[in-house]
């Protein structure tokens, strides 16, 4: 069957002495054009009640009124917004937290993650647990600088074997240079800058920008 056979044309539309309201509201400037046409073909022998136009000129005053409260509302709701975005700035050098420690493990059997360390790490241990809590993996780390530091997992266990794919979690420990035991994990990053998309704060953590709505809490380093 030709295809073009199923195709409906739009049918044209004559011109007519009709008013055509597209939105189908009538607003404040509708109503007095409909008042001031009533007064003027009203019959002279037998003219408007003027309780009946002061009820009229009052539900006209009471539409103005409520749209211009409309409108100041949503002037508010748009500067308490960008206000609210805006506000993240000072978020910046904080620590925010995703809620999560999850890495992805696909089908091609690497995934890279960063952690980040408060302070520098003299020794310490890398833990990869399954969604159980099942230690997967642990390896021993070289004495590291403190920040953002990135790390790729080759998918395998302890003992080697290749692991399926999935979602894992990763937590470190470790002792600095003074002897104190500190801990962290996958998913709790300095916010080192913001950036807006299409009215949307976007935190820089570690390499990656991530949503403000993705972030569970922020608070001091």
Same mark, same amino acid.
């Given at each position: 069957?030709?295809?073009?056979?199923?195709?409906?044309?739009?049918?044209?539309?004559?011109?007519?002495?009709?008013?055509?309201?597209?939105?189908?509201?009538?607003? +404040?400037?509708?109503?007095?054009?409909?008042?001031?046409?009533?007064?003027?073909?009203?019959?002279? !022998?037998?003219?408007?009640?003027?309780?009946?136009?002061? !009820?009229? !000129?009052?539900?006209?005053?009471?539409?103005?009124?409520?749209?211009?409260?409309?409108?100041?509302?949503?002037?508010?709701?748009?500067?308490?917004?960008?206000?609210?975005?805006?506000?993240?700035?000072?978020?910046?050098? +904080?620590?925010?937290?995703?809620?999560?420690?999850?890495? /992805?493990?696909?089908?091609?059997?690497?995934?890279?993650?960063?952690?980040?360390?408060?302070?520098?790490?003299?020794?310490? !241990?890398?833990?990869?647990?399954?969604?159980?809590?099942?230690?997967?993996?642990?390896?021993?780390?070289?004495?590291?600088?403190?920040?953002?530091?990135?790390?790729?997992?080759?998918?395998?266990?302890?003992?080697?074997?290749?692991?399926?794919?999935?979602?894992?979690?990763?937590?470190?420990?470790?002792?600095?240079?003074?002897?104190?035991?500190?801990?962290? /994990?996958?998913?709790?990053?300095?916010?080192?800058?913001? /950036?807006?998309?299409?009215?949307?704060?976007?935190?820089?953590?570690?390499?990656?920008?991530?949503?403000?709505?993705?972030?569970?809490?922020?608070?001091?380093?």
């Amino acid at each position: 069957m030709d295809v073009t056979s199923t195709i409906t044309p739009t049918p044209t539309t004559e011109a007519t002495d009709q008013v055509y309201n597209p939105n189908g509201i009538l607003g +404040k400037d509708d109503f007095l054009q409909l008042l001031i046409t009533e007064l003027k073909y009203q019959d002279p !022998t037998d003219p408007m009640d003027s309780d009946k136009i002061l !009820t009229q !000129t009052s539900q006209l005053a009471t539409l103005e009124a409520q749209t211009n409260t409309n409108d100041t509302m949503k002037q508010i709701s748009e500067a308490y917004k960008s206000s609210a975005q805006f506000s993240t700035i000072g978020a910046i050098g +904080k620590i925010a937290d995703v809620g999560n420690s999850d890495i /992805r493990l696909d089908e091609s059997g690497k995934v890279g993650f960063e952690v980040y360390f408060p302070e520098e790490a003299a020794s310490g !241990t890398l833990q990869i647990t399954d969604s159980s809590g099942n230690l997967v993996k642990s390896v021993d780390l070289p004495s590291l600088s403190s920040g953002v530091h990135a790390f790729e997992w080759d998918g395998t266990d302890a003992s080697g074997n290749q692991v399926d794919a999935g979602v894992y979690q990763v937590y470190v420990s470790y002792t600095t240079s003074s002897g104190k035991e500190l801990d962290t /994990r996958v998913g709790l990053y300095p916010i080192e800058s913001v /950036r807006f998309e299409d009215g949307e704060a976007l935190l820089k953590l570690g390499s990656n920008y991530v949503p403000l709505a993705q972030v569970k809490e922020v608070y001091g380093d």
